[in-house]
């Protein structure tokens, strides 16, 4: 694992959760959320929770205005880059728009570093089959002047994932991969979904803190 | 098609595109913003059209040309975006013209915030426009039932030549869940737009002409009379409600729609672990109001709780309705906030706490 992993992908691919999830199980330094998007839903509403494991959060309001959509990103945002003592996650807004935003620490990423990660889910749409996705990448490439380094399937329909959607995900996602010459770096696994299988990557569960009990 | 994940902006956009959606004129806002963006990029691709306007009250007016041209048309906003648009709503609703309207509910008044709220349930069920007129208007719960219910709205709105508003507060716009966007839905059958203007008016030998003025007030009131008889066939015919856990004799029942019927759901689980059985009533259509579940509840009920995330707003229909009959009670969060079910199972115990003294 580098220091530094980038998330990217689609809206809605489950970039946040995700993020969440590693910065917990992995031990990370710093959460950055770059995702000046999406009104709800996001890592920033996760302060407590990630105060609570020593992850600090850098969020993309004024701190802790919840309610603001005036997208603002804090200077802190860069410390990663530039204090090669800590590990962070960045957790990008959706498509090349949100991939955008890493242009503003072009000169100081050193890609050594860097883990730039496509989170994917074949039952969104827009990332339904392998060239879909190879486009996606390309284009999150273009805007982001980075090179992706792993894929992660975290192919879900939420409450009603089972282990064979889990599988298609990975039969879309290995070819590509395959194709592309890149890892799976994490397969995630819905909490309910009662498997032995071992899918590519490392297999993490996946807990969803931003979704209500409700939802 | 199978199912798949979808944000409830992204499905109700496709959902009109379903449903034979041929143009979208809208301005965006927060947090609606979802609905334009995905139709500014796949109305063009499905060869329809898409515009964003300067303004609401543009978008409105241009839904109006549109609608009056015979075309299946939809604009969409958060609620103090539809503020804007009342005028033209009632120019819609008083033209005959048929049209959809989606409202991504935030916070209010005024500005207000960018945070879930069903504060607008006056102003959907109500309107804010002049004059003697109402729409049709739903407030769905799930991401499938809000898209079946995009989908058939534009048969309705051409039924009625009425405007036909579909609220969802802010949570069901931005949530994600598993829907089947060709879910079987039954349209409703309208016949074909003689009145539209569609400049043919040497081949059909008349003109038509679309217009709200009215100068002689008998003419006037005999239009008035010909929309009240519309919405009276409203009122007859899309009652819309879910009934839920009646069948255990409940003596506490809930009314609540939308996000917050989903949080009563979880209450109503946690309140049967405890043995303690409480129903709900799950206005779909929350205009015309949906009457008709209020003559159907087991005899076991005493109490009726209304549950909004507004301020007793809901509430006044459900009074206008009861007549008396049972005891109502009221649970409201405000302001974007969006409760907890523990906070509706407390409210529960303590009505019946009171009811055993």
Known sequence: MKRIQVLTGHYGSGKSEIAINLAIENKIDMLVDLDVVNPYFRSRSMHELLEAHQVSLVESTIEKALGSDLPFISAKGSRPFSDKSLTAIYDLAGTHAGAKLLMQYREQIDIQDVDFLVVINIFRMETATKEQIFDLIKTLEASSQLKVTGLINNTNLMKETTEEHIKQGEAVIKSLAEQLNLPIRYTFIEEHVETNHIFEGENRRLVRYLAKKWL | ?357
């Open chain 2, 1 to 357: 098609m199978a199912k798949v994940l979808m944000k409830g902006n992204e499905a109700m956009a496709l959902a009109a595109i379903k449903g034979g959606c041929d143009a979208f004129f809208g301005y965006p806002i927060t947090p609606q913003n979802e609905v334009p963006e995905y139709l500014s990029y796949h109305m063009e691709k499905n060869d329809r059209i898409f515009v964003q306007a300067e303004s609401e009250v543009a978008a409105i007016n241009m839904v109006y040309g549109a609608a009056g041209s015979g075309a299946r048309v939809l604009t969409s906003s958060s609620s103090p975006g539809i503020a804007l648009k009342q005028e033209g709503i009632s120019y819609l609703a008083g033209s005959e013209l048929p049209a959809v309207i989606i409202n991504v509910m935030r916070g209010g008044p005024g500005l207000g915030g960018i945070q879930p709220s069903q504060g607008d349930y006056n102003q959907i069920t109500r309107g804010g426009g002049n004059g003697d007129y109402q729409l049709l208007a739903y407030a769905p719960e799930t991401l499938q039932e809000t898209v079946n219910i995009v989908k058939r709205s534009f048969s309705l709105a051409d039924y009625y030549r009425n405007p036909v508003i579909i609220a969802v507060d802010g949570l069901i716009g931005q949530m994600m869940e598993p829907v089947d966007l060709d879910q079987k839905i039954e349209e409703k059958k309208s016949p074909a737009k003689d009145w539209a203007a569609t400049g043919e008016a040497a081949k059909r030998g008349k003109r038509n002409k679309i217009v709200s003025l009215h100068l002689d007030p008998y003419q006037l009131e005999k239009h008035n009379l010909k929309l009240k008889a519309k919405y009276d066939e409203m009122k007859e015919n899309e009652q819309q409600y879910e009934l839920i856990n009646m069948d255990h004799d409940p003596s506490i029942v809930f009314v609540a729609y939308g996000s917050m019927a989903r949080i009563a759901r979880s209450a109503i689980e946690a309140l049967k672990k405890e043995g303690i059985e409480v129903g709900m009533i799950r206005p779909i259509c929350v205009h015309p109001f949906p009457e008709k579940a209020f003559e159907t509840l087991p005899k076991s009920v005493t109490t009726l709780l209304t549950l909004e995330m507004s301020l007793g707003q809901m509430l006044q229909d459900v009074q206008i309705v009861n007549q008396g009959r049972y005891t109502l009670d009221f649970f409201g969060r405000a302001g974007g906030v969006v409760p907890e079910s523990e906070e509706i199972v407390e409210k529960v115990k303590t009505i019946m706490k009171g009811a055993a003294k």
